[in-house]
């Protein structure tokens, strides 16, 4: 079974940059991708990036599209999210979690409560990022 550990989370000024990684203790299967989530007090959680680990597509929630970037290193089974000009409402704890791939673009375009049967599974405990000055 798969296993994810989010890391890299902190207290940033608004316009920084953080890098968030998830490590997998294994890869899913081919086109399963892997998601960054994101929850915010109070709100329901939401898809912010996901990425076709087979041939590295990524998907964008319009939110943060231009301003996040999300990688993967094969060699050491992780996967990256780049936040750049951050801001206040980017606070929130970040999760990653794997896609089926029927789902690769639906959970950063749709709340995760519409996304269907089999949503995001194998979820991290999570990393917070706190934009404040």
């Known amino acids: 079974q798969v296993q994810l550990v989010e890391s890299g989370g902190g207290l940033v000024q608004p316009g920084g940059s953080l890098r968030l990684s998830c490590a997998a203790s294994e890869f899913p299967p081919d086109y399963y991708g892997i998601g960054w989530f994101r929850q915010a007090p109070g709100k329901e959680r939401e898809g912010v990036a996901c990425?076709?680990?087979?041939?590295?597509?990524?998907y964008y929630a319009d939110s943060v599209e231009g301003r996040f970037t999300i990688s993967k290193d094969n060699a050491k089974n992780t996967v990256y999210l780049q936040m750049n000009r951050l801001e206040p409402e980017d606070t929130a704890v970040y999760y990653c979690?794997?896609?089926?791939?029927?789902?690769?673009?639906?959970?950063?375009?749709?709340?995760?409560?519409?996304?269907?049967?089999?949503?995001?599974?194998?979820w991290g405990r999570g990393t917070q990022v706190t934009v404040s000055s």
């Open positions: 990425l076709v680990i087979t041939d590295g597509t990524t």
């Open positions: 979690a794997t896609v089926r791939p029927e789902h690769v673009i639906v959970v950063v375009t749709l709340p995760l409560s519409k996304v269907g049967p089999g949503g995001p599974e194998h």
